[in-house]
C-alpha cells in the first residue's frame, strides 16, 4: 500500500467478508450491482466512510445526517428510513463478528437505469445500497512519522459547478489531484479554493498551528468533514484557541504544525509541504496531543 492517510495492512479476515447488497449479504467474491445503476454510470450517488470502535460505529448519527442531505440535494428519494439504515449497519457487523478494527464504505446511489443516460427519470428501481466493513486500520508509521503533501493546480471550486459540500460518488477533480500529487513525489495533494486560499486536501481536512492556534480553512469549499467538527471541538473544550479562516500558502510555509483529519486514520501529522520541511520534520507536541484527545473522543463516543 502507498504512504498516505489510507494506508492499511492487509488482512486474511477481509477475504471471507460478507458484504450487504440491499440488504442481503453476499460472500465477498459474489457481490454484484447492476451494470445499468447510477452510481456506476454517472456517479450519481454519495457515500459514507464509517469507523467502529467496541462494536459501535462512531458518530453515526452526523454521518447519517450527512448522507441523507446528499440524497436530499441529488433529488432521489431513499426507500430506507434511518433505523433501518442502521440496523443493517449493524447487522452486517454481527454477521461478519465486527466489532474492532473495522472501517465501513456506505454507499448509496440512485439506483439502476433502464438504459446508460443522466435523466434521473430513466432510473427504474430505489437506490443501490452497499455497505462493504473491512477489517482496516491506520499504519502507526503514518500516525507517528507524517505524510508529505504538494500543492496542485486542481482546485475545489464554486458550489454552483460542484457543490464540495456533497460527499458524492464523482470524486474525478479529487483523483486528478491526487495523480498530480503521487507524480511530484508526494503523498496527498494540498488543494486551494477558486480564491487562491487553502481550502483541504483531497481526501482529508488541512490545518496547521500558528504559535499555539490551530487554524484550518473557513469550509466555505469542502466537505463538511465529521473529524474536522469533533477535532473543533475538542480544541474548544480544552481552550486552545481555533479558527476557521483563510489564509494563504505563506501561512502554511510559515506554520509551526500542521496536521489532516479524516475518519479513517483520525489525526495525521504533515512533514512537509512542497518540499517545505514542517518544524523540525517530526510530529509535533500539539498534534500528539490532539491525536490522544481524539482517541479519548473515540472512546467516550463508542462506550459500551
Same mark, same amino acid.
Given at each position: ?18 458484504? #450487504? ?5 453476499? &460472500? ?8 445499468? *445503476? ?7 450517488? /454519495? ?38 439504515? +442502521?440496523?443493517?449497519?449493524? +447487522? ?26 443522466? *435523466? ?17 486500520? #491506520?499504519?502507526?508509521? /503514518?500516525? +507517528?512519522? !507524517? ?13 454552483? @459547478? ?31 479554493? &477558486? ?13 496547521? /498551528?500558528?504559535?499555539?492556534? @490551530? ?51 483520525? @489525526?495525521? &501529522? @504533515? /512533514? ?7 518544524? *523540525?520534520?517530526?510530529? !509535533? ?15 467516550? +463516543?463508542?462506550?459500551?
Amino acid at each position: 500500500m502507498i504512504n498516505s492517510t489510507h494506508a492499511h495492512g492487509s488482512d486474511e479476515r477481509n477475504q471471507d467478508i460478507l458484504i #450487504s447488497v440491499n440488504g442481503e449479504l453476499f &460472500p465477498r467474491a459474489e457481490a454484484r450491482i447492476s451494470v445499468f *445503476d447510477s452510481g456506476f454510470v454517472l456517479g450519481d450517488g /454519495v457515500w459514507e466512510g464509517l469507523r467502529v470502535h467496541n462494536g459501535r460505529i462512531a458518530f453515526l448519527d452526523r454521518h447519517l445526517d450527512r448522507l441523507y442531505a446528499g440524497t436530499k440535494t441529488l433529488d432521489f428519494e431513499m426507500n430506507v428510513g434511518r433505523e433501518e439504515l +442502521e440496523a443493517r449497519l449493524y +447487522e452486517t457487523l454481527r454477521a461478519n463478528g465486527m466489532e474492532e478494527g473495522v472501517h465501513i464504505r456506505l454507499m448509496v446511489t440512485r439506483g439502476v437505469k433502464s438504459t446508460p443516460y443522466q *435523466d434521473p427519470r430513466a432510473t427504474i428501481t430505489p437506490p443501490t445500497i452497499v455497505i462493504i466493513p473491512e477489517y482496516k486500520e #491506520s499504519l502507526p508509521d /503514518v500516525i +507517528e512519522q !507524517g505524510i508529505r503533501l504538494f500543492t496542485v493546480h486542481v482546485r475545489r471550486g464554486y458550489p454552483d @459547478v460542484q457543490d464540495q459540500k456533497l460527499n458524492s460518488h464523482s470524486k474525478l477533480n479529487c483523483i486528478m489531484a491526487c495523480i498530480q500529487a503521487t507524480k511530484a513525489g508526494a503523498d496527498e495533494a494540498l488543494m486551494l479554493d &477558486p480564491h487562491g486560499f487553502v481550502a483541504t486536501c483531497n481526501s482529508t481536512h488541512f490545518f496547521i /498551528v500558528v504559535k499555539g492556534e @490551530v487554524w484550518t480553512s473557513s469550509g466555505d469549499y469542502c466537505l463538511g468533514g465529521i473529524t474536522r467538527g469533533v477535532v473543533l471541538e475538542i480544541c474548544r473544550s480544552r481552550s486552545i484557541t481555533c479558527c476557521e479562516r483563510n489564509f494563504s500558502l505563506t501561512d502554511v510555509y510559515a506554520a509551526d504544525e500542521i496536521f489532516v483529519t479524516g475518519t479513517f486514520a483520525g @489525526v495525521v &501529522p @504533515v /512533514v512537509e509541504v512542497d518540499g517545505r520541511q514542517v518544524g *523540525d520534520g517530526l510530529r !509535533g507536541s500539539l498534534v500528539l496531543s490532539l491525536q490522544q484527545h481524539y482517541l479519548e473522543r473515540i472512546q467516550e +463516543e463508542c462506550a459500551a
